[in-house]
């Protein structure tokens, strides 16, 4: 997911409306998915520098849960003990972690890397993932099981990072793939479908048939409710 440019004077947004096209209470959203949230981040840019930055979490029907500034001395105030008080950080990778947390990687100023964090989006509260090392912030998945998380690095290699210190457990590598940026494991991370974006294609690559060596298939596996410092 990549930020949104606005085009718009860069304040702090106070509340959205929306026009419902279709009814959420039983409708085409069913009940599981009416009780749910949207999360995007957004980025203002004004031609030379990014001078405003957020992440934003909404419910169904459009109010704001939380308006999280991305600015290197909140986010430190906030739990990420290595981000750059002077600079403005963007969201671009961010999926579901559970029904409580956002998994996010950052892209710090106008670059593409950056460091990686799970999102309470009930406090505002962020934790810091691999020691506060930055990767390719295209995408971001949690591994299957196992405190560790996949990411392309933006070349030729997808790899698997601990979560906890941001080591490098394993890595493939396909030479039919070029400047891989985002990365989709499925069936127990047996299989990834990786974007080549040099070459205009999707591959779909079977992992586990790579005899990948150090890749940790066992640990804890992700539950829904967990303390917020105890999601490992």
Request: net charge negative.
């Amino acid at each position: 997911m990549k930020p949104s440019t606005l085009t718009r004077r860069p304040t702090k947004p106070s509340s959205r409306s929306y026009a419902h096209a279709i009814r959420v209470d039983g409708g085409e959203l069913g009940e599981a998915a009416s009780a749910g949230y949207v999360a995007y981040a957004v980025a203002y840019y004004d031609g030379s520098e990014n001078t405003a930055s957020y992440l934003i979490v909404q419910d169904m029907e459009g109010s704001l849960l939380q308006v999280a500034p991305l600015y290197g001395e909140v986010l430190k105030n906030k739990g990420l003990s290595h981000a750059n008080e002077g600079e403005i950080y963007k969201g671009i990778g961010l999926k579901n972690y559970n029904s409580t947390h956002l998994l996010v990687a950052f892209g710090k100023e106008s670059a593409l890397t950056g460091p990686r964090a799970l999102f309470n989006i009930k406090s505002g509260d962020w934790i810091e993932l691999c020691d506060g090392e930055s990767n390719d912030s295209h995408d971001i998945q949690m591994a299957y099981k196992g405190a560790a998380l996949w990411q392309a690095d933006g070349r030729t290699v997808t790899k698997k990072f601990s979560a906890a210190d941001g080591s490098e457990l394993a890595e493939f590598q396909m030479t039919d793939i070029a400047d891989p940026n985002h990365v989709q494991l499925v069936e127990e991370d047996k299989y990834a479908f990786v974007s080549s974006r040099q070459t205009d294609g999707i591959v779909r690559v079977h992992v586990v048939g790579m005899g990948l060596a150090g890749v940790d298939q066992h640990g804890p596996e992700r539950r829904e409710e967990r303390s917020s410092r105890g999601l490992w």
